[in-house]
Structure formats: C-alpha cells, structure tokens
C-alpha cells in the first residue's frame, strides 16, 4: 500500500474507533448528548449510570492520590460563580481569548448576571478552578498553619465559551477539573516541578491510561499562559491528533501577587510571597483517554473494555445460572447483597444465556462474573469468570469477599 493509502486508512479506522466509543458510551448508558431531545447543545454531555460511577472512582482516586494520602495538600470546594475582580486581577477579563474565524478576538468566558436591577452586577462562570483556590489562600492558611511547601486542590466545574466544542467530550462548554496549586520557595520551583511530573505520570498509569500513546509536551514561550514561566503539556494520541491531555505548570509568584496575598515564613522569619507548581488536569479528558485506552474487541460484535477495576462502574456481576429456579435465584441474591454491601458497585444479571450475560458485561468493563449453579447449592461455591482472560475458577462463597478486595489493590 503506499503511504497516501496507508494514512486513508488509518484515519478511516481512528474516525471509526471514536464511532464506536461514542456508540457504546450511548448505548450502554455511559454518556448522552445534552439536552438531547432538544436536538442536542453544542459542547455539552450528561453522564448516565455508568459514566458517573467512571467519573466517580476516576475523580476520587486522584483525590485519594494527590490528597488524602499526603499531609500536606489542603481541599477546597469554592463557588463557580466569583466577585468578578477576580477575573480582572486574574488577567482573564483582558487577556482570556481565543481568535474567532474571521480574525476576531473572543473572550471565553460565559458572562452572567448576579442580582437584579440596579443591584446587578456582571459576572462570569469559572473557566479554571484555580482561581477558587488562589482567593481562598489566606483562608486556609489562617485555618491550618501548613509550612511551605504545601498545596491545595479542588475539583469542579469550569465553563468555556469555546468557538467550536468537538471531538465528544475532548472540546465542551462545561467540564471538570482536577487541580492543584503547590506553594513553594522560589528557589525550588524545578525540583517540585519535576516532582509533580512523575506523579503525573504515574496516577495516568494507575487509572489505566495508555502510556505508550502519552507524550510530554514542552511548550515554547510564544504558547504559554500569561502567568507561566514553564509548562509542560502531556499530550495523548487521540484518533483525532495528538492533543492536550493534561498540563503542569510553574505560575511563578503570578496569582498571589496579583491578589496582594502574602505568607509569613516563619523559619525564615520573612514575609514572602510563594510560588506555585500547578498540575491541571480535565476530568472528562482522561475518561475519554480511559476509555480509548480500554478499547478492544474480539471482533466488531464483541466490543469490550479492559477497564482497571480501581476505576471499572461495576466490579462484578453475579447471576443465577437459570433465572427459572428458585434455589439458585434465592442463593445468587444472597452472594448479591453481601457483595453490593461491601463494595456497592455490583450488578445483578439474569437475563439471557450465561454467553450473552458475559457479553454483556465485557462490554462495560466488568471485571468479574459469579455465576450460582447447582454445585453452588451443595458445595458452597460459585464460578468466577475473568474478563480479560476468560478463565474461569471455582472459589468459596465465604473467600468471595477477601479474593476481590485482593484483586482491588
Ligand atoms: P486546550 O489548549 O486544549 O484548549 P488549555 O491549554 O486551554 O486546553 P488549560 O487551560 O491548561 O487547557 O486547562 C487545564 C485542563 O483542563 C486541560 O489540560 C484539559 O484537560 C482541561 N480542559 C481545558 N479545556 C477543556 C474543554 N474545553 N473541555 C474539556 N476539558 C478541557
């Protein structure tokens, strides 16, 4: 084939990968278009019952990551809507364009309007969470005392005017973001710049994000933020180009000064103003990153999605192998409580042939299927069919428990 073809080729089958994505996210109630019975609003999409719980399990393991596991990283969960001097101390007023087709400058944020009548002022959507943070600095430090260097992290929405949302849930109008402003000593910017790379890189590995397809990004000066001295963008490989997946950046003393915001350094005995080490990450663009990196098929019919199960919406199924008799229905809904109340995210599943039940669940990313039959009635113990493998073992009711948190760690 020459390399013209080659390429058809390949965009053929990436356009057709995002079709099938956007199909199955659909179909199996992971994601709907907005408003859709509306005919739909541009850079807006809702998430169904299994789109919520991946959105769920991938937010909070960044959380228990980048905050619950440390001692010092401070949350934070600030109003979308802010004193509008934020945005113009912040820069975002005057400089947060993008150029419209015909040359124009636009400005992306969403205005709105707080109050009514003479009291009315104008105001706008959040288009980053960082600034939630910045304002509440001094909040938080007077409520903790943390020592430099510490941080603190949010996550929520932001809204974006953007002139053409695309690609799903890469470009919208409303979208999460996860992230973090780190507070340190000028002189160590680099160290901790480096730092908050490698744990980057390693929470992308750990909600099953495709590294062979994640590239870092140094983005030159004529690209970067007002306020950034360095950024580094972790590009994926999308099937619509290689994108922006996440960034990180070094703001420098940029937020806090404009804001007139201090710290005492007590070791120091000084008043200084830190710096800030920022990683920013969006929420729906690493579930779309999640979910083209747990794509596969055994053929066109038979989608499934090698979810990690840290972040799969169900960890399994359990299922009576016939749903016409009492006896196993009675036991499966027994193994059926027990699991739903120890790790929630369990389905139940009667319906069709044990084939088509295991289909099913592939296609969503199940992890593991229990099936109850009849040996289960006299032994005490069910089948446990892997996802990935197909392999399927016998184990005791009474292990079910200990053997999938096992498998959770
Ligand atoms: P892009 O260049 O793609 O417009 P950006 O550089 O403007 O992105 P940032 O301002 O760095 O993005 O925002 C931080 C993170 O928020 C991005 O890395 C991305 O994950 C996410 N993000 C930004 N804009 C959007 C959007 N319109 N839809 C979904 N996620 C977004």
Not at 174 to 194: A, H, L, T
Not at 310 to 335: G, H, M, Q, R, T
Request: hydrophobic content about 35%.
């Amino acid at each position: 084939m020459k390399d013209k073809d080659k390429n058809k080729d390949k965009n053929k089958k990436e356009s057709e990968l995002m079709e099938k994505i956007v199909s199955l996210c659909k179909r199996r109630g992971f994601i709907f278009q907005g408003s859709e019975i509306y005919g739909g609003l541009a850079g807006t999409w809702d998430f169904g019952h299994l789109g919520v719980a991946l959105k769920n399990n991938i937010k909070q393991s960044w959380w228990k990551k980048f905050v619950e596991s440390r001692r010092d990283m401070y949350g934070i969960d600030a109003a979308i809507l802010m004193n509008p001097k934020v945005w113009e101390a912040s820069g975002h007023v005057a400089g947060f364009l993008d150029p419209t087709p015909d040359g124009k400058q636009f400005n992306v944020m969403f205005k709105t309007q707080v109050g009514a009548g003479e009291e009315a002022m104008v105001s706008y959507l959040r288009p980053e969470t960082a600034q939630g943070m910045f304002v509440n600095f001094k909040n938080t430090v007077d409520a903790h005392h943390p020592k430099l260097p510490f941080g603190m992290a949010q996550i929520g929405k932001a809204f974006r005017n953007e002139i053409a949302p695309r690609d799903f849930i890469f470009r919208q109008r409303e979208f999460e973001q996860m992230e973090i402003e780190y507070f340190i000593r000028p002189e160590d910017w680099q160290k901790y710049f480096e730092y908050f790379k490698d744990e980057m890189l390693e929470w992308m590995e750990s909600v099953g994000i495709d590294m062979s397809k994640v590239r870092e990004l140094e983005v030159g000066d004529a690209d970067r933020a007002h306020y950034s001295k360095r950024t580094v963008d972790f590009e994926f490989d999308f099937p619509f180009g290689k994108k922006e997946l996440f960034g990180l950046a070094y703001r420098t003393d940029f937020d806090l000064g404009v804001h007139k915001l201090e710290y005492i350094d007590e070791e120091k005995g000084e008043k200084m103003v830190p710096h800030v080490i920022e990683p920013s990450f969006g929420v729906e663009r690493a579930i779309l990153a999640v979910l083209l990196s747990a794509y596969n098929e055994v053929d066109p019919e038979r989608p499934f999605l090698k979810f990690k199960p840290n972040i799969a919406p169900v960890i399994c199924a359990v299922s009576p192998l016939l749903k016409n008799k009492p006896e196993l229905v009675e036991y499966a809904e027994k193994v059926f409580g027990t699991l739903k109340t120890e790790f929630g995210r369990v389905a139940w599943d009667d319906n069709g042939n044990i084939g088509k039940r295991y289909r099913r669940q592939d296609e969503i990313g199940t992890p593991w299927c229990i099936v109850i039959d009849f040996d289960t009635l006299t032994d005490d113990t069910v089948t446990i069919r892997d996802r990935d493998t197909g392999e399927q073992e016998r184990i005791k009711v009474s292990e079910l428990i200990s053997y999938l948190k096992e498998k959770l760690n």
